[in-house]
């Protein structure tokens, strides 16, 4: 294979199969991307057999040349070096040359050659069968998954928790994620190829926040198919492959409170930094708890860290409603979920110190974050 | 010279000793015999109240009566009652436990 591209689109195709190299592995040639050049395109894959990505680059129209095909043919590479290298690469036009299994990478004065593995031992990707599917722009899947996938469960103890729960009951898809000490779930309405009664998936946490690494931020449509046991994104020239993790996902149908007896808004940037300021001192207590004392006259936010000290701070909250109330709770669930929802205004209602709250955008149900309260005890 | 007489006393004495340690292994073996048997006892137990609790956790509709407080005990023991952990070690509050609990 004979081909010259410019190095940028080198690069950011390799940046982008790269999220599915492993860091470490025992099959050697999962190190390497699989690099395919076709009389019309070149395919780059890489698959860690757990996450795959497939991205395709075509030559352009553009007067200066952006891929040049002179010879067909195939090769694995190790991903990083080669990643590294064409990063590296003085000139911006890149030739690759490659007989039998060894690559010779040219760019101005630099010359590499490269030893690369052979193209019959990688992987094959999964096949999906692309029947069931949605439609949505990317920037909305991008906000299914900031506002979900923070809350799964790390713990391999119980595999389902790990994963967020992808549930489209027409016209509605949402998306839910707990570690079953606090549950975060956002939905929308999407569109449909077909009509299905339900469908449901549940999709490893960690595959997620690789996709939210690059999906483009844009109203381009990407297209979700689920199959038995493989998940499917397409965007661009990019395929995006996960497995799905098996088991049912546990009922929450009357996790969320319908009723509360407090109910604040605040900023959520102003918040956050109230919060990180008393969670300075909650580092060294386990659960990471801090207090709040709701008052109708203000809010204070407390930590008490029994060797270092204690930090007391108060608030205005932008509205209060209902009674007086005394909570603990873990200081990284409550980022975690004001994070999410750092470009709404932010509606907190509680119902006791022992019972769920719940963070929302004032005016609106979606997304909804809840964290369960800590139980006070002598050292919170 | 052997002093056969010490030794037959002796050879009595070690008789009477096997004896004695023959009735402590026979009294042994039926102590043992009686734990055995209350563990089989109390490990059946422990499956059933186990699987009793599991479908309590499962049921969407409210728990009630002396299985709402026996389940709400075993929580407040430290133990998750709800399906996705059951049975396990409690590391702090749990959600699906408490919607069964209906104390969410
Ligand atoms: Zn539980």
């Given at each position: 294979m004979r081909i010259v591209i410019l190095k940028s689109l080198l690069s950011q195709a390799l940046q982008t199969i790269s999220k599915a190299i492993p860091t470490r592995t025992t099959k050697p040639i999962l190190y390497g991307v699989y690099l395919e050049v076709f009389a019309t395109h070149i395919q780059l894959t890489a698959y860690d057999q757990e996450i795959g990505i497939q991205t395709i680059v075509h030559p352009t129209d553009d007067p200066e040349p952006t891929l040049q095909?002179?010879?067909?043919?195939?090769?694995?590479?190790?991903?990083?070096?080669?990643?590294?290298?064409?990063?590296?690469?003085?000139?911006?036009?890149?030739?690759?040359?490659?007989?039998?299994?060894?690559?010779?990478?040219?760019?101005?004065s630099a010359t590499y050659t490269l030893n690369g593995m052979d193209p019959r031992e990688y992987p094959h990707l999964p096949s999906v069968t692309e029947e069931m599917s949605l439609s949505m722009p990317s920037n909305v899947l991008i906000s299914l998954i900031e506002q979900t996938a923070f809350a799964t469960a790390t713990s391999e103890i119980r595999p389902t928790l790990?994963?967020?729960?992808?549930?489209?009951?027409?016209?509605?898809?949402?998306?839910?994620?707990?570690?079953?000490?606090?549950?975060?779930?956002?939905?929308?309405?999407?569109?449909?190829?077909?009509?299905?009664?339900?469908?449901?998936?549940?999709?490893?946490?960690?595959?997620?926040?690789?996709?939210?690494?690059?999906?483009?931020?844009?109203?381009?449509?990407?297209?979700i198919y689920i199959a038995d046991n493989q998940l499917l994104v397409t965007f661009g020239a990019t395929k995006f492959y996960s497995r799905l993790i098996e088991g049912q996902y546990p009922d929450i149908s009357r996790i969320i409170p319908t009723t509360w007896r407090t109910a604040i808004e605040v900023d959520p940037k102003q918040f956050t930094e109230s919060i990180e300021r008393a969670a300075l001192l909650a580092r060294e207590n386990e659960n990471q708890?801090?207090?709040?004392?709701?008052?109708?006259?203000?809010?204070?936010?407390?930590?008490?860290?029994?060797?270092?000290?204690?930090?007391?701070?108060?608030?205005?909250?932008?509205?209060?409603?209902?009674?007086?109330?005394?909570?603990?709770?873990?200081?990284?669930?409550?980022?975690?979920?004001?994070?999410?929802?750092?470009?709404?205004?932010?509606?907190?209602?509680?119902?006791?110190?022992?019972?769920?709250?719940?963070?929302?955008?004032?005016?609106?149900?979606?997304p909804l974050h809840l964290i369960l309260p800590v139980r006070f005890g002598p050292n919170t | 010279m052997i002093d056969?007489?010490?030794?037959?006393?002796?050879?009595?004495?070690?008789?009477d000793r096997i004896g004695e340690f023959y009735q402590e292994l026979g009294e042994l073996k039926l102590l043992i015999s009686d734990l055995i048997e209350e563990n089989g006892q109390l490990a059946l137990e422990n499956v059933k109240l186990r699987e009793r609790a599991r479908l309590y956790a499962e049921e969407k509709t409210p728990i009630q009566g002396e299985a709402a407080r026996y389940l709400g005990q075993l929580y407040e023991d430290g133990f998750h009652i709800c399906n996705v952990n059951y049975g396990s070690l409690r590391k702090g509050e749990c959600l699906f436990c408490l919607q069964s609990l209906q104390r969410v």
């Amino acid at each position: 294979m004979r081909i010259v591209i410019l190095k940028s689109l080198l690069s950011q195709a390799l940046q982008t199969i790269s999220k599915a190299i492993p860091t470490r592995t025992t099959k050697p040639i999962l190190y390497g991307v699989y690099l395919e050049v076709f009389a019309t395109h070149i395919q780059l894959t890489a698959y860690d057999q757990e996450i795959g990505i497939q991205t395709i680059v075509h030559p352009t129209d553009d007067p200066e040349p952006t891929l040049q095909i002179e010879q067909t043919g195939s090769i694995v590479l190790h991903a990083k070096y080669l990643l590294d290298i064409v990063r590296k690469l003085p000139h911006k036009l890149v030739r690759i040359d490659v007989t039998d299994l060894t690559a010779t990478i040219r760019s101005g004065s630099a010359t590499y050659t490269l030893n690369g593995m052979d193209p019959r031992e990688y992987p094959h990707l999964p096949s999906v069968t692309e029947e069931m599917s949605l439609s949505m722009p990317s920037n909305v899947l991008i906000s299914l998954i900031e506002q979900t996938a923070f809350a799964t469960a790390t713990s391999e103890i119980r595999p389902t928790l790990t994963g967020v729960l992808f549930s489209f009951v027409e016209p509605q898809l949402r998306f839910i994620a707990s570690d079953s000490h606090r549950l975060s779930i956002h939905s929308i309405y999407a569109e449909t190829k077909y009509s299905y009664d339900k469908l449901e998936a549940i999709i490893p946490g960690k595959s997620l926040n690789e996709l939210l690494k690059i999906l483009p931020d844009s109203e381009e449509f990407t297209d979700i198919y689920i199959a038995d046991n493989q998940l499917l994104v397409t965007f661009g020239a990019t395929k995006f492959y996960s497995r799905l993790i098996e088991g049912q996902y546990p009922d929450i149908s009357r996790i969320i409170p319908t009723t509360w007896r407090t109910a604040i808004e605040v900023d959520p940037k102003q918040f956050t930094e109230s919060i990180e300021r008393a969670a300075l001192l909650a580092r060294e207590n386990e659960n990471q708890v801090i207090r709040l004392y709701l008052r109708r006259t203000h809010i204070e936010v407390t930590s008490n860290s029994p060797d270092i000290g204690k930090v007391t701070e108060t608030i205005d909250p932008i509205s209060f409603e209902g009674d007086d109330l005394q909570i603990a709770c873990n200081a990284k669930f409550l980022l975690d979920a004001l994070k999410a929802l750092n470009n709404y205004q932010v509606r907190i209602e509680f119902t006791s110190p022992g019972s769920a709250f719940i963070l929302k955008p004032t005016n609106s149900d979606r997304p909804l974050h809840l964290i369960l309260p800590v139980r006070f005890g002598p050292n919170t | 010279m052997i002093d056969k007489q010490a030794m037959l006393r002796q050879i009595e004495q070690l008789q009477d000793r096997i004896g004695e340690f023959y009735q402590e292994l026979g009294e042994l073996k039926l102590l043992i015999s009686d734990l055995i048997e209350e563990n089989g006892q109390l490990a059946l137990e422990n499956v059933k109240l186990r699987e009793r609790a599991r479908l309590y956790a499962e049921e969407k509709t409210p728990i009630q009566g002396e299985a709402a407080r026996y389940l709400g005990q075993l929580y407040e023991d430290g133990f998750h009652i709800c399906n996705v952990n059951y049975g396990s070690l409690r590391k702090g509050e749990c959600l699906f436990c408490l919607q069964s609990l209906q104390r969410v």
